[in-house]
């Protein structure tokens, strides 16, 4: 893991813009996989058969690209610490692309990029973009411009 992007306040999202930092791996597991299918209902024999996902295109059972998405905060938590914050919420994503598939048993890390700092009525709306690198993968498995709004403490 590198360094995480560390700033005073808010408005000093700002002076971040083209910064990154990369967290630690993480391994996306079967019973995770399954335990996501269950709560999405989609129970699709790429994510949840392994025997059938062997013979398949992937060579065995991949997570879901909405699971490997909803990771995002566990995969990018410690990388932007903002002090004198009230709160910090998911905004949305301006962009998402699935490019390599995640097999059940592989580690997936996350690098963030700060592309901007905009203020707000509400605080500062920080834009990222976050590449979730695949380990032994030649490309990642996503990458996600996001958005979050960062509101300062009164």
């Not at 391994?27 to 709560?39: G, H, K, S, Y």
């Not at 909803?70 to 949305?92: D, F, K, Q, W």
Request: no cysteine; charged share 20%; glycine share 10%.
């Amino acid at each position: 893991m590198s360094a995480p992007i560390v700033v005073e306040s808010p408005a000093a999202l700002a002076g971040a813009v083209g910064e990154k930092a990369t967290g630690e791996w993480f391994t996306v597991e079967q019973p995770r996989i399954t335990a996501f299918a269950d709560a999405t209902e989609d129970h699709q024999w790429i994510h949840l058969d392994a025997e059938r996902a062997a013979a398949g295109p992937f060579g065995g059972t991949i997570a879901h690209g909405y699971l490997t998405l909803s990771l995002l905060p566990r995969l990018t938590g410690e990388l932007v610490e903002v002090g004198r914050t009230a709160m910090a919420v998911n905004y949305g994503l301006d962009k998402v692309r699935f490019l390599t598939p995640v097999p059940a048993g592989g580690r997936v890390r996350a690098t963030v990029e700060i592309t901007g700092a905009e203020p707000t009525g509400q605080g500062v709306r920080l834009a990222s973009t976050v590449t979730v690198e695949l380990e032994g993968a030649e490309r990642p498995a996503l990458v996600a411009q996001t958005l979050a709004l960062y509101v300062p403490q009164p």
